[in-house]
């Protein structure tokens, strides 16, 4: 899968396909199968990916060791290679399976 997601978060274009097409294709789903309104399943999963963004972005952080590489003003703990374009696409990815979750509950709920 690695070498799978460092082709899909090669540049920022593809990456956002990813993301566009991937969100399309779970907002499909939620219109169709589970009868949300196109804004209703688009909120949640905003809410939802937005969400995960947080929790995905310190994963995997190594701060940089190299003190020349460190600019004036820089925390020392900054990530050296943050890899935000794969954490979009895992965030993407996990919001998704967490979306189809949540809206197959909604019934149970009584929503």
Same mark, same amino acid.
């Given at each position: 899968?690695? &070498?799978?997601?460092?082709?899909?978060?090669? &540049?920022?274009?593809?990456?956002?396909?990813?993301?566009?097409?991937?969100?399309?294709?779970?907002?499909?789903?939620?219109?169709?199968?589970?009868?949300?309104?196109?804004?209703?399943?688009?909120?949640?999963?905003?809410?939802?990916?937005?969400?995960?963004?947080?929790?995905?972005?310190?994963?995997?952080?190594?701060?940089?060791?190299?003190?020349?590489?460190?600019?004036?003003?820089?925390?020392?703990?900054?990530?050296?290679?943050?890899?935000?374009?794969?954490?979009?696409?895992?965030?993407?990815?996990?919001?998704?399976?967490?979306?189809?979750?949540?809206?197959?509950?909604?019934?149970?709920?009584?929503?």
């Amino acid at each position: 899968m690695g &070498s799978v997601l460092q082709v899909l978060a090669a &540049s920022t274009l593809r990456t956002l396909g990813v993301v566009v097409l991937f969100t399309a294709a779970i907002v499909a789903v939620a219109v169709n199968v589970f009868k949300l309104t196109i804004f209703g399943a688009v909120a949640l999963y905003f809410v939802l990916w937005w969400t995960l963004l947080f929790a995905i972005l310190p994963l995997r952080n190594q701060a940089e060791t190299d003190p020349a590489r460190l600019v004036p003003g820089q925390d020392p703990g900054a990530p050296a290679v943050p890899r935000l374009r794969e954490k979009a696409i895992w965030t993407t990815l996990f919001a998704g399976a967490a979306f189809l979750i949540a809206i197959a509950a909604f019934p149970l709920a009584g929503l």
